[in-house]
């Protein structure tokens, strides 16, 4: 699976918008990306994934630049329940042996 | 459905002594994940279980662990003669099978401390 890379920490203030970047330049044409996030002392939570298209629900936006080298997770008005570690992944979709591998993650804080 | 159970929350053990984990998966899920948690450390794979079946065990995952899945349901990881370095979260996840529709539903992790 690709590797990728996250900044280490940023900060948000509370209401506004929170940007996580992540970079997967060595990604594969069948390798999606997914976002996770891991509040203090619980299980990592799903947030969303996608291949090529720009994503939404209701906790998030996704986009992919077009050559798939890099995306972004939107988080369109932080909370301070925000406050956690988002983790970037690529992997490949389908098969039998792929499965998660996190790196160390981006710690957002936001700030009242 | 309450998502995924792990027991106990939380572990303390002295050296060398064993311990033993359960994980009861989203009951619907055919694969059950084990991982473990490092402090400042994103979780690392320890083994997998598509229903009953062990499909991949990490090299992290030394003969003094051992996970089981009977029946495909619950799964137990056991630690024989824990040691210090065994001290961390372990977290159990689960999902349907590998389409790529479908995220990981984590547990809230059991904390190891080994005394």
């Known amino acids: 699976d690709a590797k990728t890379t996250q900044p280490t920490s940023m900060d948000c203030a509370e209401g506004r918008a929170a940007n996580l970047p992540c970079n997967h330049s060595t990604i594969s044409g069948n390798e999606y990306v997914y976002w996770y996030r891991q509040i203090h002392s619980q299980g990592p939570q799903y947030i969303i994934h996608g291949l090529k298209n720009n994503e939404t629900n209701e906790m998030a936006s996704l986009i992919i630049t077009e050559d798939r080298k890099s995306s972004t997770l939107i988080l369109p008005h932080a909370t301070l329940r925000d406050t956690a570690v988002y983790y970037c992944i690529v992997m490949i979709g389908g098969g039998s042996n792929y499965k998660l591998t996190f790196g160390k993650g981006t710690l957002l804080t936001v700030n009242p | 459905d309450t998502g995924v159970s792990q027991n106990p929350r939380h572990k303390i053990t002295k050296r060398g002594q064993n311990v033993t984990f359960r994980c009861d998966p989203i009951s619907e899920h055919n694969r059950l994940y084990w991982y473990r948690q490092t402090l400042g450390q994103g979780p690392e794979f320890l083994t997998y279980?598509?229903?009953?079946?062990?499909?991949?065990k990490s090299r992290l995952l030394s003969d003094r662990f051992s996970a089981e899945r009977p029946k495909g349901s619950f799964s137990t990881l056991e630690i024989q003669r824990t040691e210090q370095g065994d001290s961390a979260m372990y977290l159990c996840?689960?999902?349907?099978?590998?389409?790529?529709?479908?995220?990981?539903?984590f547990g809230s992790g059991t904390r190891l401390t080994v005394v």
């Open positions: 279980f598509q229903n009953e079946a062990q499909l991949e």
């Open positions: 996840a689960s999902s349907l099978s590998a389409g790529t529709q479908y995220g990981y539903t």
